[in-house]
């Protein structure tokens, strides 16, 4: 059933295309009318003024700036009675009015054709999972467009429920107490007790007391018959509660998350637009919250659904009630907030430990400041920033800093970059990562010759993160009973999949945590936080970069097999595996005679990230062809099971602008231009391969077949109609290619060059130091020994610490290279600012490759009379994510 929002949009939709055809009907009747006026003129001069007339007389304005009707009225009256007016110019003026005319109709016909996409897309939506667990409603044509669907799943959803559940429903057992022992030696330097400070451990232990502080008697653990009436929390004053304001924030945070589909999601989002239930609902939410010592999940079960990932993998999703995911995400995020200040505080109090490899000497630094006495206020080095970047940007990045509305998927690979509340949105996270792994690949091997990565994460953690271990954890921490007991009941959720029918038996989840949840991050995050720390403190102050569970390691070969047993260590004690299939590690050596095997001790898998393998030989990430031509395969399937051009388009974009880019890795100072020249080969092989079959090796024609096939156009539609946004009356077909060729004449050549350029500067600075102190322009304190300024080799032996050519070589490599803007026309231009259209190097691209031809057919870029055009209902259908097909 729609909701209200869209069941409007849909009859102000059906209101529009008729206007549209009325007025459609009426100005070609008008058309036909003049241009019967123009064929019996009985001269040139007399046709130009029945299509002036005609113009006048029916308010038809000119589409082209450039032509004036009011000075073709002036100029006709002179041919009137000037000779010299020739014959071509009366013929141009003839060909420039009935083309006006042409224009109009061609705009009022792309109008239609573009409302006539939309109605396709609303009668004949792509299956998704509605409340009920079956399918959304679709249209009378279903049986004949899905015919080929396996309606029953395919062989791997069977395969990897089974999987989940194996984990889920299964209690992993593991020693607690054997958990505390290997915490207490870990943070066992930040236990010592004093008599007036506190620890950085107690300070965490201290701040988890006061995190919306309720008071309970409860024991955690008691089961639910021993509970006493007198059992419950009482506000003390400083519980966070609801506003409206926060109601509407964890509204936008459920939607992101995208846990609820079909007619909840599209319920939720138009909540937000009723004012009086909002106010109901604060109310009763604030009640929800008075009483979480009886909470429980109500409705019981809860339906569970699968859904498929562009990866291949499925996901299992609650379909709880709409309410009780706005208290779950209110509670998670309050959660999610203080611990990720509490984690902030311990990091700099001291106990998290920041001397990795090579660090300098303290003699070494007295030698340096000494030859060089301004280097000791020099901040601008490698070491500095690795620092600030590691906890600005990864040091626990799941967890929000402030605000209830946004939520970190870091699963998500076919979603924009660009996310509100946080520095960097997950994928921006991941791309960045990527970048700055290659940057010290680039660094450690021109400074130290070699270099080495490991990468792993944990096989199904979600799933399998056993509720001990979490527990065991919490309990460290000195989180309440209360809340122990409130997270116990939220982790044994009572569950059936929907897909089995009302008579399903419920089961009861014993192990993981549930998907999309702020608290699930909570719980998982206080888990992984402990990770961090083990390795930090086993390597001595180096730092594994983790996004959720995605883990990362890099540097010199003696502290990454230091950190990989850390990495172990941790996965025995809290019961977790990691994934022998994403566990890898990488030596990259810089002078190839030199090559040797990895050391026994570390993964012998290789080094993967989304499609690309690091190729050791090289040293460069490399596409894997072999995995892109399996997904074509997918996207063929998935862009089959689409019963409309506007979803078909949808998902091209889903898949291929984002999924696939993604996985490509941005265009990148570090990986120079030769990466672009594999992303542009492989999309150039990806379009053909794709539409083989069709018999045309590119996107514009297989749509232009696609249209003509299902609503009889010709061979004439105008590529700028698919690639132009919904706003001018486009299809917002995506170009991955383009951002590919924009960076193109700006990527490096050869990225080592950037450290090769930095080694040079060091040359000369030292040049000129050495010439300075060698003529008495220095002078440093009295010393029989030091006579000699310090040799290049002493010179450079810290370069991380030392010197800011290598930082700004560094940091340069870890930057995408801009995009060129291309030179848009003056009527372009003008066109962006009057529509306020997105004014990107990407939308200009497109109007410049295709602006020519539209002014041409269409007097300019907008396509359809855009008063007419039904952008609000395009808008909240494109809001909902994409489902794909199982």
């Known amino acids: 059933m729609a909701t209200p929002t869209l069941s409007t949009l849909h009859h102000v939709t059906e209101r529009k295309l008729g206007k549209l055809a009325d007025h459609r009907n009426k100005f070609e009747a008008k058309k036909k009318e003049i241009l019967a006026k123009v064929a019996a003129a009985p001269d040139p001069r007399s046709k130009v003024e029945a299509l002036l007339d005609g113009f006048e007389q029916h308010g038809i304005t000119a589409k082209n700036p450039e032509l004036s009707i009011s000075n073709l009225q002036r100029f006709i009256h002179q ?73 029953v799943g395919r062989e791997e959803m069977h395969e990897q429920r089974y999987e989940w559940e194996s984990y889920a429903f299964t209690e992993r057992k593991v020693d607690q107490a054997k958990i505390e022992e290997y915490l207490n030696e870990i943070f066992g330097t930040t236990l010592q007790s004093k008599k007036v400070t506190k620890s950085p451990l107690q300070i965490l232990r201290d701040s988890m007391k006061h995190v919306m502080d309720f008071k309970s008697d409860l024991d955690p653990l008691k089961p639910k018959n021993t509970l006493h009436s007198n059992d419950e929390w009482t506000a003390t004053g400083t519980i966070t509660c609801f506003t409206v304001d926060t109601l509407k924030s964890c509204i936008r945070g459920v939607l992101q998350s995208d846990l609820l589909a079909g007619p909840k999601r599209e319920a939720l989002a138009d909540l937000e637009n009723q004012p009086a239930v909002l106010k109901e609902l604060v109310d009763v939410l604030n009640m929800d919250l008075e009483g979480l010592d009886t909470w429980e999940w109500d409705p019981s079960p809860v339906p569970l659904h699968m859904r498929r990932q562009l990866n291949g993998k499925y996901r299992v999703y609650m379909d709880e009630e709409t309410h009780q995911a706005i208290l779950l995400h209110f509670i998670g995020k309050t959660w999610a907030v203080a611990l990720k200040k509490a984690f902030t505080t311990f990091y700099h109090s001291g106990a998290w430990l920041q001397s990795p490899y090579r660090s300098m000497t303290k003699k070494a630094r007295q030698r340096h400041d000494y030859f060089i006495p301004s280097s000791s206020n020099n901040k601008h080095s490698v070491r500095n920033w690795r620092r600030e970047k590691y906890q600005n940007d990864y040091f626990m990045t799941q967890l929000p800093n402030s605000g209830f509305e946004d939520y970190r998927d870091y699963a998500a690979e076919d979603q924009d970059e660009r996310q509100s509340g946080y520095s960097k949105s997950p994928l921006a996270t991941k791309q960045s990562m990527l970048r700055l792994v290659t940057s010290e690949l680039l660094l450690n091997t021109k400074v130290y010759g070699e270099f080495l990565v490991l990468a792993s994460d944990f096989k199904w953690f979600g799933p399998s993160l056993p509720h001990d271990t979490m527990f065991a954890v919490l309990r460290f921490f000195g989180f309440p009973d209360k809340w122990l007991r409130f997270f116990k009941t939220f982790l044994e959720s009572p569950v059936v999949f929907a897909k089995d029918g009302p008579g399903a038996e419920a089961q009861v989840r014993r192990c993981g945590i549930p998907m999309s949840h702020a608290l699930s991050d909570v719980l998982s995050e206080a888990v992984l936080f402990c990770l961090d720390f083990a390795v930090n403190k086993r390597t001595q102050g180096a730092n594994i970069h983790r996004f959720h569970d995605d883990l990362w390691f890099w540097g010199q070969e003696p502290t990454c097999i230091q950190a990989w047993d850390a990495m172990q260590e941790f996965s025995k004690v809290m019961g977790l595996q990691l994934n022998e299939e994403k566990t890898g590690a990488a030596l990259i050596v810089a002078d190839k005679s030199k090559a040797r095997s990895l050391p026994p001790s570390l993964p012998s898998n290789p080094i993967k990230w989304g499609f690309l393998n690091l190729d050791v030989a090289s040293g460069r990430w490399v596409i894997d062809r072999a995995q892109v031509d399996e997904h074509i395969e997918e996207l063929r399937r998935q862009l089959g099971a689409c019963r409309s051009v506007m979803a078909w388009v949808q998902a091209w974009n889903s898949y291929c602008s984002r999924f696939f880019s993604t996985n490509f890795g941005q265009p990148a100072n570090c990986f120079g231009r030769q990466h672009n020249d594999m992303i ?67 990527s490096f050549r050869d990225p080592g060059e950037r450290i090769d350029r930095a080694f040079e500067f060091e040359q000369d600075e030292y040049d000129h130091l050495k010439e300075r102190w060698e003529s008495g322009d220095v002078t440093g304190a009295d010393s029989e020994d030091d006579d000699q300024f310090m040799s290049f080799e002493e010179f450079t032996r810290y370069r991380e610490e030392t010197s800011r050519y290598l930082r700004d070589a560094y940091t340069n490599l870890q930057e995408c290279p801009p995009e060129e803007v291309v030179e848009s026309p003056p009527a372009i231009l003008t066109t962006i600012r009057q529509r306020n259209l997105e004014d990107t190097p990407y939308w200009s691209w497109i109007y410049s490759l295709y602006g020519g031809d539209l002014s041409k057919r269409f007097g300019g870029l907008q396509l359809g009379e855009r008063d007419l055009l039904p952008v609000g209902l395009v808008d909240v259908l494109k809001s909902e994510k994409v489902r794909w097909e199982g």
């Open 79 to 151: 041919a009137k009675y000037d000779p010299s007016v020739s014959g071509t110019l009366l013929d141009d003026w003839q060909s420039n009015l009935k083309h006006e005319l042409n224009i109009t109709s061609v705009r009022y016909e792309y109008a239609a054709l573009f409302g006539k996409l939309v109605i396709e897309w609303i009668k004949n939506p792509n299956p998704a999972v509605s409340a009920s667990g079956g399918k959304t409603a679709a249209s009378d044509s279903d049986s004949e467009t899905s015919g080929s669907f396996d309606t």
């Open 680 to 746: 542009i080969e492989t999309y150039e092989h990806i379009q053909r391969s794709l539409f083989k079959d069709a018999g045309t090796a590119n996107v514009t024609d297989y749509l232009r077949t696609m249209l003509k096939e299902r609503f009889g156009t010709d061979d004439t539609v105008p590529d700028g109609f698919f690639f132009l946004p919904y706003e001018l009356g486009g299809l917002g077909l995506r170009n991955p290619l383009i951002n590919a060729f924009a960076t193109y004449r700006k």
